[in-house]
Each structure stands twice: as C-alpha cells, then as structure tokens.
C-alpha cells in the first residue's frame, strides 16, 4: 500500500491521469512475457516527458520505493516483473523518434519508441537498423538496449549492444548522466554507454538513445533447405560457417515445429522433414550467388533432401513468415510456452541437439526446438500445462537439465532474452561467484537504497 502523501507527488509530478493504483490496473503489470509468478506493484505512473520521468526516479530513491521501468513488458526473462509493493514506470509515452540522420548514420531516440515503428522509418530514408527482436512489432528500444535484444539478423549484423552508440540516462537522484555520443568514434571517459547495455534497468532509467544505422544490402537471397536427419542439419549449419560464409541470417526449425507450423499456417512446408534450415544471404550482388551457390553445395553435402531457392521477394516473405510462425504455433498447443536461451558454440550444435532429445525424453516432455542456429541461439520451446504440479516439476528439472549442458559445451545461458528473474540462480555457475560480487559492490554504489529492479540479474543477493 502507498501513501496517499505519495500518490499526491506522483500525480503532481506526472499529471493524475498517469498514475493507476486500481487492482485491474496493478493486476495488468503484474507479469511479463516469462512463465514466472506475478507480483504485484502498489503503484503505476507513466511520464510524458523527460523531467517528470528524472522525478520519478528521484523520489522513489528518495523514499526507497523499488522502481521497475518498463516499455512492452515483452522481455522473455522476467525482467519487467515488478518488486512486490513498488513502483512500476511505464515508458510509453517517451515513444518519440527524435532524429534520424542520413549524412552521419545514426538516430536518436526515446526509449519507449516501438522498434518496428523505428526501424520502417529507417527503411523509409534507404538506411538499415538491424536488430530484429521477434517481438518488434510491439516491443520498445528502450527494452531491446536494456535486454540486449538480438534477431534473426544477429549472425552477420550483431544484436542491440553493436548499435548503441550512446545513452543519456538518469541515475538514482534523477540526475541525467550521459554517456556516447553521435561521432563514429567515442572513446571519452568510462563506457558508460556499454555499461548501461544488458542491465536490465538495474543501474539507470533510460532517457534518451543514440542508435547507429547502416546502409541496406544491394541484394540478398533466400533459401529453404530440408534435411532427412536433425544431425544432418546441424553439421550442414557448422560446415556453412567453417566455409567461411556469414549468412544474414541461418535459421533451425526441428520436424515437431515443421509440423506444428505447417498446421497453423498451411504453408506447404515438408511435414516430413526431420529439420529444415532457413537461409539468407546478402550483399554486393555477385558475393550474393557466390554464397547461395555454396550454401546450397553445402546444404547437398550434408544430405539435404532439396534445397528450395525463392524466386522473389513473395516467396522470401514466405519463407521468413514461417520462420516468425515458430513461436505463436507452438504456443497454441498447449496452455504454458516455456521458451528457453540456451547457446552453445556453433561447432556445438550438434552436440545440443542430441542433448535436446535425451532430455526431452528423460523427463517425458515435448520440446519443439527452432532458433538462430548460425550463431548457436538455439530456442528449446517446452510445451507444458503449468497447473500440472507433476508436469511442472519435471519442466523446471528440464530447464536445469538445459542450461548445465550448454555450459558444458562452452556455452552460455542466454544469447538474446537476458537473466531478469528467470536465470539469475544459474549465474554463477557461467562466471562464478567472484563476478556477482564485484557486480554487487558495483550496484551497491549506483544504486545505494537498491531500488532499481532489485533481484534482476544477481539474483536474491540483491533482493
């Protein structure tokens, strides 16, 4: 419960009709896209400017009131969910597109701007911003550069952090910081901007980002390759990039998701295909049928059954629209989608798959797998019923079972989602309590009262 005292301030800071404290309205920001509990906040604002949000920031440090910033809330980590009884501040009424300039490449932005929005407006002045979060459509720059979203693209074009060329933010005393800047090159004073990349709103509120932008390949060409075996897939995913070929993008559908999909979308994809990989390659246009023709060679060599070239950009839509199916249809199978991280060396992914299946079938659970397999990002989909205690227990043995063997293979526990709530009790054993501690003693200075999305990352230490 808050005070009225406080409700007061927040109302007069951000006008009354920002602020929501009925039960509908906590009950809405109670949870987000991750599979975890709710909690509910006491208290929801949402500014409209700059200032008002900066004075958000400095009252809740003021009068130790946990502060959860939030755009979409789409995170898949749980890294929106509020503490219980503290504040929520929504950011999507900072959705303004500030600057996007042509002669120097770069754009400055609010955080609450929708990244589809953004990036349409980009394509529109004949510039690129790649990252492509599956979640575009809906999810905010904020988010992406706070979760260091990636895409389908992050195999050639990176993910959020390789396009942050700086970020003004708040700290705890509602004082702007500002980090970066709009040159090609930087390098005044601590990174401050690289900090602020991946913190999952734990060391400062956004206030305002500085984007890079890059010109759009001259062409590109997209493929569908259909394997008879999941191995076979895999190795021809190694085999691409020991071939020294960066696809834009190189994407992993297993036969469970073939299917699932092809029942959702009736697209006419190979239902009984084992594994099918998704292909596109892009630049000058002679490096780009240079490409397509050894991926397809390669695709061959591992015993691809056909290699399927689109003609044009209908059927390139096609193939990428199933490729953006994966998730949704999966997700209508049953009542819970857990939709897991795990990244592995690419040399490794063979070695996941058949870890995949094992544990699968030791715990008796449906497991789709797709995922950007060219830079590892594999997506294990559990498909589940929560309200199945039974069930539910042999899922969170699975989810362990997951994250300890890509560990093993030298990978690491998230690739684009992030660790929120959902992985912070495996981070230690990626990089070792030594790590968390010097993460803790660094917070404990920014962050002095610990009101910025405590637990987030480090865990219940913080909590």
Same mark, same amino acid.
């Given at each position: 419960?808050?005070?009225?005292?406080?409700?007061?301030?927040?109302?007069?800071?951000?006008?009354?009709?920002?602020?929501?404290?009925?039960?509908?309205?906590?009950?809405?920001?109670?949870?987000?896209?991750? *599979?975890?509990?709710? !909690?509910?906040?006491?208290?929801?604002?949402?500014?409209? %400017?700059? /200032?008002? #949000?900066?004075? @958000? $920031?400095?009252?809740?440090?003021?009068?130790?009131?946990?502060?959860?910033?939030?755009?979409?809330?789409?995170?898949?980590?749980?890294?929106?969910?509020?503490?219980?009884?503290? *504040?929520?501040?929504? !950011?999507?009424?900072?959705?303004?597109?500030?600057?996007? %300039?042509? /002669?120097? #490449?770069?754009? @400055? $932005?609010?955080?609450?701007?929708?990244?589809?929005?953004?990036?349409?407006?980009?394509?529109?002045?004949?510039?690129?911003?790649?990252?492509?979060?599956?979640?575009?459509?809906?999810?905010?720059?904020?988010?992406?550069?706070?979760?260091?979203?990636?895409?389908?693209?992050?195999?050639?074009?990176?993910?959020?952090?390789?396009?942050?060329?700086?970020?003004?933010?708040?700290?705890?005393?509602?004082?702007?910081?500002?980090?970066?800047?709009?040159?090609?090159?930087?390098?005044?004073?601590?990174?401050?901007?690289?900090?602020?990349?991946?913190?999952?709103?734990?060391?400062?509120?956004?206030?305002?980002?500085?984007?890079?932008?890059?010109?759009?390949?001259?062409?590109?060409?997209?493929?569908?390759?259909?394997?008879?075996?999941?191995?076979?897939?895999?190795?021809?995913?190694?085999?691409?990039?020991?071939?020294?070929?960066?696809?834009?993008?190189?994407?992993?559908?297993?036969?469970?998701?073939?299917?699932?999909?092809?029942?959702?979308?009736?697209?006419?994809?190979?239902?009984?295909?084992?594994?099918?990989?998704?292909?596109?390659?892009?630049?000058?246009?002679?490096?780009?049928?240079?490409?397509?023709?050894?991926?397809?060679?390669?695709?061959?060599?591992?015993?691809?059954?056909?290699?399927?070239?689109?003609?044009?950009?209908?059927?390139?839509?096609?193939?990428?629209?199933?490729?953006?199916?994966?998730?949704?249809?999966?997700?209508?199978?049953?009542?819970?989608?857990?939709?897991?991280?795990?990244?592995?060396?690419?040399?490794?992914?063979?070695?996941?798959?058949?870890?995949?299946?094992?544990?699968?079938?030791?715990?008796?659970?449906?497991?789709?797998?797709?995922?950007?397999?060219?830079?590892?990002?594999?997506?294990?989909?559990?498909?589940?019923?929560?309200?199945?205690?039974?069930?539910?227990?042999?899922?969170?043995?699975?989810?362990?079972?997951?994250?300890?063997?890509?560990?093993?293979?030298?990978?690491?526990?998230?690739?684009?989602?992030?660790?929120?709530?959902?992985?912070?009790?495996?981070?230690?054993?990626?990089?070792?309590?030594?790590?968390?501690?010097?993460?803790?003693?660094?917070?404990?200075?920014?962050?002095?009262?610990?009101?910025?999305?405590?637990?987030?990352?480090?865990?219940?230490?913080?909590?």
């Amino acid at each position: 419960m808050i005070r009225d005292a406080l409700k007061n301030e927040f109302q007069r800071i951000v006008g009354k009709d920002n602020v929501m404290t009925e039960p509908d309205e906590l009950h809405a920001y109670s949870y987000d896209s991750a *599979v975890l509990d709710q !909690t509910q906040p006491a208290i929801v604002v949402r500014p409209e %400017n700059s /200032e008002s #949000l900066g004075q @958000v $920031v400095k009252l809740c440090n003021e009068n130790g009131l946990k502060l959860t910033v939030r755009g979409a809330g789409t995170n898949l980590s749980g890294g929106t969910i509020p503490h219980p009884g503290g *504040v929520v501040c929504l !950011t999507t009424a900072l959705d303004k597109i500030l600057e996007i %300039n042509e /002669e120097d #490449l770069y754009a @400055v $932005v609010q955080p609450g701007a929708v990244t589809a929005k953004f990036a349409a407006q980009v394509a529109a002045k004949g510039l690129l911003y790649p990252p492509d979060p599956g979640s575009q459509a809906v999810s905010t720059l904020g988010g992406n550069v706070a979760e260091n979203a990636g895409g389908l693209r992050a195999l050639k074009y990176g993910v959020t952090k390789d396009y942050v060329m700086g970020v003004d933010f708040f700290d705890v005393n509602g004082e702007l910081i500002r980090s970066g800047g709009k040159t090609v090159k930087c390098v005044t004073g601590y990174n401050l901007a690289g900090l602020m990349v991946a913190s999952e709103g734990t060391l400062g509120v956004f206030e305002k980002l500085i984007l890079k932008l890059v010109p759009p390949p001259a062409a590109y060409k997209a493929m569908m390759a259909v394997f008879p075996d999941v191995m076979d897939a895999s190795r021809a995913v190694a085999a691409i990039i020991a071939n020294k070929i960066v696809p834009a993008t190189l994407e992993f559908m297993d036969n469970f998701t073939i299917r699932t999909v092809e029942n959702f979308r009736k697209a006419g994809l190979p239902v009984d295909a084992a594994a099918m990989l998704l292909i596109e390659v892009d630049g000058h246009p002679a490096q780009v049928e240079d490409d397509a023709a050894k991926v397809e060679s390669i695709c061959k060599d591992n015993k691809a059954l056909s290699v399927r070239v689109a003609k044009d950009d209908a059927e390139r839509n096609a193939v990428w629209q199933a490729r953006r199916d994966a998730l949704p249809a999966l997700a209508r199978v049953r009542p819970t989608t857990v939709l897991e991280d795990a990244t592995v060396p690419r040399s490794k992914i063979p070695a996941m798959m058949q870890a995949l299946d094992k544990i699968a079938k030791k715990y008796d659970l449906t497991i789709g797998t797709f995922g950007h397999a060219g830079d590892g990002n594999l997506h294990p989909t559990i498909l589940t019923d929560k309200r199945d205690q039974k069930e539910w227990h042999r899922v969170e043995a699975a989810i362990d079972a997951i994250f300890e063997e890509a560990l093993a293979l030298g990978g690491t526990l998230s690739g684009e989602h992030g660790i929120g709530l959902a992985k912070s009790k495996y981070l230690k054993n990626e990089y070792g309590v030594g790590t968390i501690n010097y993460s803790r003693r660094m917070k404990s200075v920014l962050d002095p009262n610990n009101i910025l999305n405590p637990g987030k990352i480090l865990g219940p230490l913080l909590a």
